[in-house]
């Protein structure tokens, strides 16, 4: 991950792109307000009062800002960002100082008192905080939310939870989303967190919706893939007797990448899906946004 002063200065450029002078102006004069600061009233204030000066209108960065986030730290986005979240941001990241164990708590004090947009801004910016490691509870703390928009903003399009999760908070996670019928495609890291203990949790949770007669979303394939045993094999077959193109689509994708040769031999007896596999035309972004589509 690139320095603070680098990212902060990456939030700023995309901010003055498309924020108003006075909005830019007062929030430099509230980061000095800051640093002055010898307490942390100021920082408490102009993280409140910043929504008085900017919007909640997307930053819509440019093709060359998004490279440019991803170079910030590998999968960070800024692509679901407002005007707003990222002021607030720049404001935290301009009060740290040396003092860190001041700024650790002036942080969780934030949290602790943020309404919903607040802490939308805090979890989303997770993975360019320093001092990663301190924010693993904080961050689980916030998968436990009932807001989906706060539990979107730790679990979606965000690094954070794949690099430092431990696998018990990493399973809750990736289990509420699929509870929550969440786009799990966005997920960050999932090939790399993939799991036996969470596969295992999914085959009796695909044996319980298809017991209730209700089916199940078809990204949920993917976390089972590297694990393919006898049993998997007969759920992956039953979707291909009875499943939708979508849901076939998915299935294909688990055989195609499974070693298991079983697997692999039922995507033989569907060539034009291998085919499509194969040309790049399945994937489970696709599968996921069609699967939105539907729903």
Request: glycine share 6%; net charge negative.
């Amino acid at each position: 991950m690139k320095s603070i002063s680098s990212t902060v200065g990456f939030l700023k450029r995309s901010l003055e792109a498309v924020a108003a002078t006075e909005g830019v102006d007062w929030l430099e004069l509230q980061v000095g307000k800051i640093k002055a600061d010898k307490g942390s009233m100021k920082l408490f204030l102009s993280f409140s009062q910043a929504s008085r000066h900017f919007s909640k209108n997307p930053l819509n960065l440019s093709n060359q800002g998004v490279l440019d986030a991803g170079k910030i730290r590998s999968g960070f986005s800024l692509q679901n960002w407002t005007s707003l979240q990222t002021a607030r941001i720049i404001l935290v990241l301009e009060a740290l100082s040396e003092d860190s164990d001041k700024w650790l708590g002036d942080i969780e004090k934030l949290f602790e008192s943020a309404d919903i947009h607040e802490q939308e801004a805090l979890y989303a910016a997770l993975p360019i905080y320093p001092y990663q490691e301190k924010f693993t509870k904080r961050a689980a703390e916030g998968l436990r939310s009932n807001m989906t928009s706060v539990f979107d903003a730790i679990a979606l399009n965000n690094p954070y939870p794949a690099d430092y999760l431990v696998e018990q908070a990493w399973n809750q996670m990736v289990l509420k989303a699929i509870f929550m019928q969440r786009p799990l495609y966005q997920i960050i890291g999932i090939d790399q967190r993939l799991n036996s203990s969470l596969a295992k949790t999914l085959v009796d949770y695909i044996h319980e919706r298809w017991s209730a007669n209700r089916n199940v979303i078809p990204e949920l394939w993917r976390f089972v893939t590297p694990f393919v045993d006898d049993e998997i094999v007969g759920l992956l077959d039953k979707v291909w007797q009875n499943g939708d193109d979508l849901e076939k689509y998915a299935v294909g994708l688990t055989c195609y990448h499974s070693e298991n040769f079983v697997a692999k031999g039922l995507l033989d007896k569907y060539p034009e899906i291998r085919n499509k596999i194969e040309k790049g035309e399945i994937s489970w972004e696709e599968i996921g946004k069609g699967y939105e589509a539907k729903n």
